[in-house]
């Protein structure tokens, strides 16, 4: 059990709580009693196999799953302050500050720079464009590839430059926290470990929230993890100590590989 000091210094690296969530859609319950803590500057894995609902929670966390039919949310997530899911937070603000990537690239059919820039302009009007779009490049290591390349529309990039530019969207707004459902899922190992060294390099600037069905990827690159089965969670813990002694059955037998 962690000491006071160290309950202390964890209470105060928190970022977002989230304390009793339940999400059901009509009568049938898809998250139950989630109750977890997200800490800055880190990485935390939510972990799971298909079905597990890590999709349904991550998107909780930036207000898109009460967009679904017949959501019907009820609990606190703490962020600034304040509890986001709350019906006179304004949804978009939240959005803003809690950026999202989904697993498939959904760039627009515009230039790569409109991709970058387009919600900038909107919600950074006092900004440069220019610099912007070349920071949130930079970020993902895109910049020195595609410089030349701005005013093309992104058809011709690899499924993994795509991802990156799908990053570089989010981040040109600045976010907080920056939420990604399992954006490797359709990569090749190449383009996978790409994006798992961007992300390692991001958590020193932005709080990163990682869904995975890879247990192997939460292990290599997140600081944290929660172990997601039924809608419910099974166990939370940092990633050394739940991969090296899971409290669980099923964090074990999804990190043995049984559980898929």
């Given at each position: 059990m962690?000491?006071?000091?160290?309950?202390?210094?964890?209470e105060?690296?928190?970022i977002?709580?989230?304390?009793?969530?339940?999400?059901?859609?009509?009568?049938?319950?898809f998250?139950?009693?989630?109750?977890?803590?997200?800490?800055?500057?880190?990485i935390?894995?939510?972990?799971?196999?298909?079905?597990?609902?890590?999709?349904?929670l991550?998107?909780?966390?930036?207000r898109?799953s009460e967009?679904?039919?017949r959501?019907?949310?009820?609990?606190?997530?703490f962020?600034?302050?304040?509890?986001?899911i709350d019906?006179?937070?304004d949804?978009?603000?939240?959005?803003?500050?809690?950026?999202?990537v989904?697993e498939?690239?959904?760039?627009?059919p515009?230039?790569?720079?409109?991709?970058?820039?387009w919600?900038?302009?909107?919600?950074?009007?006092?900004?440069?464009?220019d610099?912007i779009?070349e920071?949130?490049?930079?970020?993902?290591y895109?910049?020195?590839?595609?410089?030349?390349?701005l005013?093309?529309?992104?058809?011709?990039?690899s499924r993994?430059?795509?991802?990156r530019?799908?990053?570089?969207?989010?981040l040109?707004?600045?976010?907080?926290?920056?939420?990604?459902?399992?954006?490797t899922?359709?990569l090749?190992?190449f383009?996978?470990s790409r994006?798992e060294?961007?992300?390692?390099?991001?958590k020193?600037?932005?709080?990163?929230i990682?869904?995975?069905?890879?247990?192997a990827?939460?292990?290599r690159i997140?600081?944290y993890?929660v172990?997601l089965m039924?809608?419910?969670i099974?166990?939370?813990?940092?990633?050394?100590?739940?991969?090296?002694?899971p409290?669980s059955?099923?964090?074990e037998s999804f990190?043995?590989?049984?559980?898929y």
């Open positions: 962690p000491s006071m000091t160290s309950e202390q210094n964890l105060s690296m928190t977002l709580r989230i304390k009793n969530l339940n999400l059901s859609f009509g009568d049938t319950p998250l139950q009693n989630i109750d977890m803590s997200v800490f800055s500057r880190s935390t894995a939510i972990m799971g196999p298909p079905g597990s609902g890590k999709t349904t991550i998107r909780c966390l930036n898109t967009l679904l039919p959501a019907k949310i009820t609990g606190e997530i962020f600034e302050g304040q509890n986001i019906s006179e937070i949804p978009n603000t939240v959005r803003r500050k809690i950026g999202m989904f498939s690239p959904n760039l627009f515009k230039s790569i720079y409109d991709n970058v820039a919600a900038a302009k909107i919600h950074r009007p006092t900004e440069k464009s610099l779009v920071s949130a490049l930079r970020d993902v895109l910049w020195d590839e595609l410089k030349d390349k005013a093309y529309k992104p058809n011709f990039l993994g430059q795509q991802q530019l799908c990053i570089a969207r989010a040109a707004l600045k976010p907080k926290i920056l939420v990604l459902d399992e954006p899922l359709e090749d190992p383009s996978t994006i060294d961007l992300l390692d390099d991001l020193s600037r932005v709080t990163i990682l869904s995975t069905r890879n247990s990827q939460a292990g997140s600081d993890s172990m039924n809608g419910m099974a166990e939370q813990g940092s990633t050394d100590q739940m991969f090296y002694a409290q059955e099923i964090t990190i043995s590989g049984k559980l």
